[in-house]
């Protein structure tokens, strides 16, 4: 089909009167919507209040183990040579 054709075709299909739509499909898509709209929501608060339990947890651990501290030395420095 060359690019003449298809534009023809295309524009006696847009000229036509669209077909309508089942009732019952439109409901069951907007049912389907309102529930993927729902999911949605529900896994953007659970991952707020993954990332909201985890900034507490690394806040009790930092306070507890001092990350940011030194350890203390295992070994004495050598005393020789003075």
Known sequence: MIRAER???VRR??????LPVPTELYQEAVRHGERLLRRGRLARRVMWVLVCVAAVVF???AAYAHPWADPPSRTT???GGW
Do not use: F, Q
């Not at 299909?13 to 669209?18: I, K, Q, S, V």
């Open 77 to 79: 420095p050598p005393t």
């Open 7 to 9: 534009e023809a075709a």
């Open 13 to 18: 299909l847009m000229g036509e009167r669209p």
């Open 59 to 61: 806040g009790v651990w």
